[in-house]
C-alpha cells in the first residue's frame, strides 16, 4: 500500500503564503493526484487535483479556486499545494492522495484506501 507523506503546514498569519508538498513511496506518474482537506468538524473536502503527467489538467474547490495551485514534479514522486492569500477559513488538515482514475480523486475520494497523516495549516486573523 503506498505511503503519503504531506509536509509543509504551519502557523500563517490571514494574507499569508503556504506551499506544501505530498511525497509518495510508489511511482506517482503512474496517477493523478489531488489534495483535501478537513476543517475541524467536518468531513473532509476537495482542495485540488490533476492529472497524472506534469503540466497535467488542474481542477480546483470552489473555495480555493484562485487562491491555490497543484503542481507535480514526477521525477521527485512529489505534488505541491501552493497557497495564496490565506484565511482563517481555511485553516484546516491538508492531505493528499492518489488514483489510476481522475475522477476518484475528485469525485470518491472518501473511498481511497490509504491516507497519510496530514499536515496542519492554522491560519490566524
Known amino acids: 500500500q503506498v505511503q503519503l507523506v504531506e509536509s509543509g503546514g504551519g502557523s500563517v498569519q490571514t494574507g499569508g503564503s503556504l506551499t506544501l508538498s505530498c511525497v509518495a513511496s510508489?511511482?506517482?506518474?503512474?496517477?493523478?493526484a489531488g489534495w483535501f482537506r478537513q476543517l475541524p468538524g467536518k468531513e473532509r473536502e476537495f482542495v485540488a487535483s490533476i492529472s497524472r503527467y506534469t503540466g497535467g489538467s488542474t481542477l480546483y474547490g470552489d473555495s480555493v479556486k484562485g487562491r491555490c495551485t497543484i503542481s507535480r514534479v514526477n521525477s521527485k514522486n512529489t505534488v505541491y499545494l501552493q497557497m495564496t492569500n490565506l484565511k482563517p477559513e481555511d485553516t484546516a488538515v491538508y492531505y493528499c492522495?492518489?488514483?489510476?482514475?481522475?475522477?476518484?480523486?475528485?469525485?470518491?475520494?472518501?473511498?481511497?484506501?490509504?491516507w497519510g497523516l496530514g499536515t496542519q495549516v492554522p491560519v490566524s486573523s
Open positions: 510508489d511511482a506517482i506518474y503512474n496517477y493523478a
Open positions: 492522495n492518489e488514483d489510476l482514475k481522475l475522477q476518484n480523486i475528485i469525485e470518491e475520494f472518501r473511498n481511497l484506501p490509504a
